[in-house]
């Protein structure tokens, strides 16, 4: 029998990010900013934004950061294929924009995690500047090394 897998798969992160272009209609992101924001939005509590992480507290969440660019570049193919997204060349790579096939994907993912999902999302982009990535690697990259020393500490 093969054992496969939704969770932490290029499928589940397709299904983020199009709830996350479905709620940033305004914003044509990067690839690096999509990772960051899903991040962001999975432990926003971790980030003083929400009460609860989506994902929880394992102590070593952050070493997740580096595989989910992986997973994104997979699920924005995917989405690409799919029409559900899509993307435009710039001088740095593409950015990405959910297409009306992708929102009416969004419409039918009315689950409550999908809600909880976008709440954070609301919550990052009122927090931070989303025309640049800076800020969000930066908190990233703080976080890290917090989590690492708590680590640690134990």
């Known amino acids: 029998m093969i054992n496969t897998t939704v969770i932490g798969s290029p499928y589940e992160m397709s299904l983020r990010i199009l709830l996350m272009l479905d709620e940033l209609t305004n914003f044509e992101l990067d690839e690096q900013r999509i990772c960051a924001i899903d991040f962001i939005a999975v432990y926003a509590a971790d980030f003083k934004l929400l ?3 989506l994902h929880g507290y394992g102590n070593y969440r952050y070493s997740e950061y580096p595989a989910r660019k992986n997973l994104a570049k997979d699920a924005l ?4 294929l799919d029409g559900t997204v899509s993307f435009y060349p710039n001088q740095n790579g593409f950015t990405y ?3 009306e096939s992708g929102r009416k994907v ?3 993912l009315t689950y409550s995690y999908a809600e909880e ?3 954070a999302i609301r919550m990052v982009s009122n927090k931070y500047d989303l025309s640049s990535g800076k800020a969000l ?3 990233i990259n ?3 090394l917090r989590s690492l ?3 640690y500490d134990e």
């Not at 193919?77 to 690409?80: A, G, M, P, T």
């Open 51 to 53: 009460d609860e992480n």
């Open 77 to 80: 193919k995917i989405l690409v």
């Open 97 to 99: 924009k959910i297409s």
């Open 106 to 108: 969004c419409r039918e």
């Open 117 to 119: 999902y976008r709440i």
């Open 137 to 139: 690697l930066n908190d």
């Open 142 to 144: 703080r976080y890290t």
């Open 149 to 151: 020393q708590e680590v």
